[in-house]
T-cell receptor
Framework: DGGITQSPKYLFRKEGQNVTLSCEQN?????MYWYRQDPGQGLRLIYY???????QKGDIAEGYSVSREKKESFPLTVTSAQKNPTAFYLC????????????FGSGTRLTVV | GNSVTQMEGPVTLSEEAFLTINCTYT??????LFWYVQYPGEGLQLLLK?????DKGSNKGFEATYRKETTSFHLEKGSVQVSDSAVYFC???????????????FGKGTHLIIQP
């Protein structure tokens, strides 16, 4: 079945470490996105990519980095520069025209210990 | 810029009650509108959508009508069940940006609790 796979489901990070969250889709979607979800704040866009080897900053890109070397993969690195990384991270994908809606992964919960 | 405003939660109802979750938006051009549902610990699932004015999206007993004159997309269900307990997000994407260019703009979400 087609879909988006995020891994791991739970991730723990020590202060000062970089961690990478995986996102893979087999839907042949052109566009991919990373959102951060915090209680009471809804979802906020971190980065998005419409095509391989190109990506754009969203509303809260500071302290994060991404790459898009393959169409099906869009990993997110949470760097040590991100001061408050504990959150639920959601990856999504869509056709380039968004009228079809977005498909979301099941999320990764990152906790700083 | 684009924005979405939803009613604050949590919304607590008894089983078989009528549900309305209000959603209003601000957007340039002619956005597409969506309702997503999130169950605990999971990602978001598309519940329904509408892409032009006066369109009605429907799924699983839920309905929402795209009202351009009031810039609204209220979610309704005639008789809720305990299994409808979840967080509901209203969202839009601007057609001018090619849909997917800058991502969805979400409301903050409404936590719905249905009691038996």
């Amino acid at each position: 079945d087609g879909g988006i796979t995020q891994s791991p489901k739970y991730l723990f990070r020590k202060e000062g470490q970089n961690v990478t969250l995986s996102c893979e889709q087999n839907l042949n979607h052109d566009a991919m996105y990373w959102y951060r979800q915090d209680p009471g704040q809804g979802l906020r866009l971190i980065y998005y990519s419409q095509i391989v080897n190109d990506f754009q900053k969203g509303d809260i890109a500071e302290g994060y980095s991404v790459s898009r070397e393959k169409k099906e993969s869009f990993p997110l690195t949470v760097t040590s520069a991100q001061k408050n990384p504990t959150a639920f991270y959601l990856c999504a994908s869509s056709q380039k025209r968004g009228d079809y809606g977005y498909t979301f992964g099941s999320g990764t919960r990152l906790t700083v210990v | 810029g684009n924005s979405v405003t939803q009613m604050e939660g949590p919304v607590t109802l008894s089983e078989e009650a009528f549900l309305t979750i209000n959603c209003t938006y601000t957007a340039t051009g002619y956005p597409s509108l969506f309702w997503y549902v999130q169950y605990p610990g999971e990602g978001l699932q598309l519940l329904l959508k509408a892409t032009k004015a006066d369109d009605k999206g429907s799924n699983k007993g839920f309905e929402a009508t795209y009202r351009k004159e009031t810039t609204s997309f209220h979610l309704e269900k005639g008789s809720v069940q305990v299994s409808d307990s979840a967080v509901y997000f209203c969202a839009l994407t601007s057609a001018y940006s090619g849909g997917g260019a800058d991502g969805l703009t979400f409301g903050k979400g409404t936590h719905l609790i249905i009691q038996p």
